[in-house]
């Protein structure tokens, strides 16, 4: 498809007065062949929008019940003379059982809305496939990215978009209008090559989120082998203590925090790098490294691993007077006290500390918990760019000040504690504040007036070494030209 169609509206206005040829999308018969559950559900909807429905079956008696009563169920033979739009709701392996209805077919739109098994598991995708079963009709792919569910309950409540290719501009336009009328926001893709992209789409598995899982399980993996040495491998070769009864929850509960706080400052570690190349090179013009522009376009998924991790420690850590391991502890302590006639073990430095922890870690939770919910299509759509950008980008990193407090007073002075490394290996919450101080510290130095500035003028288009020309008087009067760095 050329640019040029790309660039027009899929829905243009048409003036249908005193055209009786043309006839309005809602109230025009539409064909279904197909019986499945997808067919139904197709069925129930178009009736729902309006429409007249036929359905095509090769045992209509038996399959009448299964569909709304206003819609007519008949052979696929009589279905298909009665209309001119045709959702052909069948599997790709069924297609040539439809050829004896070639004759009767032709000329008609028909709508393509299967899909495959496997990714790229044909070499043709199947609306090419059924274009080449049926020469003289036109084929619109549609509706494969919809679900049986999402037409049965409405596009309210499931994805709205419909991508819609075909090689036919004027049969795009019509299935457009059909989707339309049934809620739903149809997207042109171009011509009928790009089918096989559309059909891939519904068998990819969470493709925007590989890189930020295998991200999360590296980090998870990384954190928890650290603690494990430190926490259980410790104490069994250096004082033969079995400590491994901590791997199921303890470990785990000081591993979740720290891939939660890592993977928050990787969310925005990404724009420092940004930000430092544009000053670097002077002008916003110039590509990031395709590593960085991918990194940049997974923060939301990043960020939404952090807040999972961190709502998985937070339950985590409510569990923990729960375990039998900690009740024995809490006893031991006691009948110990007891024996050494202390009256009481009131420490108060340790109160004040883990108050303020658990306070400024409450809150670090609760702006992740915003951040995550402003994420969300629903919520985000809802909101103008200022309010959108306020949230995640000024609450976004006032978070991870927070967050960077909450380990902070986790830490507290153990830090400059000998008996806190292990193998000498320091505290985990030590190696966590590497990459998020960096990020603060960036963001400081960002905020510096002269940086600032330089940064504004940068994304408003300046460009360093750019040479613009200007006009200065003489002393005749006369204008004469030059040019003048964009430095000076």
Request: charge should be positive; charged fraction near 20%.
């Amino acid at each position: 498809m050329s640019g040029g169609d790309m660039a027009k509206p899929l829905l243009g206005h048409r003036s249908t007065e005193g055209d009786p040829s043309v006839v309005p999308a809602a109230g025009r018969t539409i064909g279904v062949l197909g019986s499945g559950d997808f067919a139904r559900s197709l069925a129930i909807r178009l009736v729902c929008s309006g429409f007249k429905v036929v359905v095509g079956s090769r045992n209509p008696k038996r399959k009448a019940c299964l569909f709304p009563p206003a819609a007519e169920v008949t052979f696929q033979a009589e279905a298909v003379k009665k209309t001119d739009v045709i959702f052909v709701a069948v599997f790709r392996e069924h297609y040539s059982t439809l050829c004896d209805l070639a004759d009767v077919l032709a000329g008609k739109i028909l709508v393509d809305v299967s899909n495959n098994t496997e990714i790229n598991h044909h070499k043709e995708s199947n609306a090419e496939y059924l274009a080449s079963l049926f020469p003289a009709c036109t084929v619109v792919k549609g509706f494969n990215v919809v679900s049986a569910w999402t037409l049965q309950s409405g596009a309210r409540d499931g994805n709205k978009q419909v991508l819609i290719c075909s090689n036919s501009q004027e049969a795009k336009r019509t299935v457009a209008e059909i989707a339309q009328v049934m809620g739903f926001t149809p997207v042109d893709m171009g011509c009928m090559s790009s089918a096989r992209e559309i059909e891939n789409i519904p068998l990819r598995l969470l493709p925007a989120w590989k890189i930020p899982i295998f991200l999360a399980l590296g980090l998870f993996l990384c954190f928890f082998t650290y603690n494990l040495v430190r926490q259980v491998i410790h104490p069994y070769i250096r004082e033969q203590k079995n400590k491994f009864y901590k791997i199921p929850v303890e470990v785990v509960n000081t591993t979740l925090p720290c891939v939660a706080y890592v993977m928050l400052s990787l969310v925005y570690l990404p724009g420092v790098l940004a930000a430092c190349l544009q000053l670097y090179y002077g002008t916003k013009y110039r590509r990031f490294p395709d590593w960085l522009d991918q990194w940049l376009q997974h923060r939301k998924q990043i960020g939404l691993l952090s807040f999972f991790c961190a709502a998985l420690h937070a339950v985590y850590s409510l569990c923990l007077p729960m375990r039998r391991s900690h009740r024995y502890q809490l006893i031991e302590t006691a009948v110990k006290q007891a024996m050494e006639k202390k009256m009481t073990i009131w420490v108060e430095e340790e109160v004040w500390r883990m108050e303020i922890y658990i306070s400024v870690g409450i809150i670090a939770l609760g702006l992740l918990s915003l951040l995550a919910i402003t994420s969300l299509p629903s919520i985000a759509n809802s909101l103008n760019w200022r309010e959108f950008s306020f949230i995640q980008s000024t609450l976004g990193f006032i978070a991870l000040v927070i967050s960077t407090l909450h380990t902070l007073t986790y830490g507290w002075s153990r830090a400059f504690d000998e008996n806190q490394y292990k193998f000498y290996l320091p505290p985990t919450y030590t190696l966590t504040l590497l990459v998020p101080c960096t990020v603060i510290l960036a963001k400081v130095a960002f905020s510096l007036p002269c940086i600032q500035h330089r940064l504004l003028r940068i994304r408003r288009g300046w460009e360093k070494g750019r040479y613009v020309k200007f006009v200065l008087p003489s002393a005749t009067g006369e204008y004469s030209s030059g040019e003048t760095s964009s430095n000076v």
